[in-house]
């Protein structure tokens, strides 16, 4: 085989993997972070919420607002210093799961937040007068009535974070976005380009199928 060919697929393969890598341990930690603040918001809702918490609820909702508005390549910029300081670099794949990670978590809260406040109200109340606690509420009602509809907002969180992981190829994030920039944009290399692009097509439409399937049959377990 050819050896620009070979260094072709290579170079091209390892960048799909540290895609995949960045898009994976940010989706898990964008989750961690994400779920409990989506509960926090949905409970504490001034209007709707089972323990209503006014001040906090707006407090974090301005703060999660502010996170969302920040455009992706100016919040990695922001993020050099906090990720330098916990993981001595702000370059590289690792890297880019820090500030991938902050720009999933705000997302997620919202996705969790506004599934919970689409549970039918009738249900919620059902449980409380069989005497259900909050917390009961929460992970035996409310949690899996709306996992259709989180699964298909973690869906759409996944797909963001593919084309944000692209993005952190700009700041020397590695991964398909900086394959695109390096080789096909700064030497001219056209092939590259139109592989990073292609690999990051197939990604979002295998993620949207597989999410689409699995929510849509849970829906139908219900």
Known sequence: MNAEVVK?????????????????????????????????????????????????????????????????????????????AILHTAIGTKASVVPLTIAAAPFVARVIESSLKEVDPGVIQAARSMGSTNPQIIFKVLLPEALPSIINGITLTIINLIGYSAMAGTVGGGGLGDVAIRYGYQRYRV???????????????????????????????R
């Open 8 to 84: 072709y697929f290579s170079v091209i393969g390892e960048a799909t993997w540290q895609t995949l890598i960045m898009v994976f341990f940010s989706t898990i930690f964008g989750l961690l972070l994400g779920l409990p603040l989506g509960i926090f918001l949905c409970t504490s809702d001034p209007s709707t919420g089972l323990k209503p918490r006014k001040v906090m609820y707006q407090i974090l909702s301005i703060i999660i607002n502010i996170l969302r508005a920040i455009p992706f390549v100016i919040l990695v910029i922001l993020l050099f210093p906090f990720t330098r």
């Open 191 to 221: 092939e590259y380009m139109l592989g990073a692009v292609a690999i990051i097509l197939i990604l979002v439409e295998v993620i949207q199928l597989i999410g689409t399937k699995v929510a849509n049959s849970m829906q139908a377990k």
